[in-house]
């Protein structure tokens, strides 16, 4: 079986997520990049495989090289990538966080847990990179994978065991990802929180599904910098086959129902303050 893994991102720690942080990686800290490929080398061991890697700033490159061996690996500045942001969002991200902030300070509340639009953007950007290179190998080597795996080098030490973890891959999951090849095909980990969205840690997908993710990053900047869009409208007027909870409350038990894989109806959606956009999990 032909498995072609994808990776992206930084390859050594960060600062916690949280607050609008953009995570400020800990260069010389690089456990749980060594973790991640013990854990995928264990996982794929009887596999023929090819890897191609997105990273940040030569950060990890030689070790990179050294344990996956890539067809191709290409590290980006994330200086240029965030200046060129800027220019991009303009004044979107402090304005989004003063505005999430005064609808905290009026009600009272106290919530830490919120990305930046940036670091999402940097996350999915290093995505990106990695898919449309993907594209070109598949097309200019006419290699055919059965399965294309994209996940991040810190995969199997952050999250919980379904997150953290890719699954096996069994012979149902192969028939799956290679039956009816003309539709898009995704296989993801299943987490306690559908009702906002898709688990981001790791993805098995089809060919089908790699050529229509590998614009992931420019979608997002559509949507983020759009007027509006279906997705804003849907996010705050009320997001499908979710269960409406106290948005200040995060330990409000409504929200991790999984309502999706219920027989469930819900009897009010949940509308989210516009601030939400860059939710990673709704994006996706």
């Not at 096996?168 to 995704?186: A, D, H, P, Q």
Request: glycine share 4%; net charge positive; aromatic share 14%.
């Amino acid at each position: 079986m032909k498995v072609l893994l994808l990776l992206s991102g930084y390859t050594c720690k960060r600062v916690p997520w949280g607050l609008g942080d953009n995570g400020t990686p800990e260069k010389d800290n690089m456990s749980d990049f060594f973790e991640g490929y013990s854990y995928l080398k264990k996982l794929l061991k009887n596999y023929e495989l090819k890897t191609i890697c997105g990273l940040w700033d030569d950060i990890g490159i030689d070790e990179v090289k050294a344990t996956y061996n890539p067809e191709i690996c290409i590290s980006s500045s994330q200086k240029e990538f965030q200046d060129q942001l800027k220019i991009i969002f303009g004044d979107y991200e402090e304005n989004r966080i003063k505005t999430r902030n005064a609808w905290l300070e009026k009600g009272n509340f106290k919530n830490k847990l919120v990305s930046s639009s940036f670091r999402v953007a940097s996350q999915l950007y290093a995505r990106q990179i990695v898919l449309k290179e993907a594209m070109k190998f598949i097309k200019k080597t006419h290699y055919n994978p059965d399965i294309i795996i994209l996940t991040r080098y810190d995969i199997s030490s952050r999250g919980g065991a379904y997150i953290r973890n890719p699954s096996r891959i069994t012979s149902s999951i192969f028939e799956f990802l290679n039956s009816e090849k003309k539709y898009s095909k995704v296989i993801l980990p299943l987490f306690n929180q559908l009702n906002a969205g898709m688990p981001d840690m790791w993805f098995y997908f089809n060919l089908k599904a790699l050529n229509n993710m590998q614009s992931i990053y420019d979608e997002y900047i559509n949507i983020i910098t759009s007027k509006d869009s279906e997705y804003k409208r849907l996010l705050t007027q009320g997001w499908p086959l979710s269960e409406y909870f106290d948005l200040a409350d995060t330990n409000d038990s409504r929200q991790f129902s999984n309502i999706l894989v219920t027989n469930k109806k819900s009897k009010k959606l949940m509308k989210y303050q516009d601030w939400e956009l860059p939710n990673i999990h709704a994006f996706l």
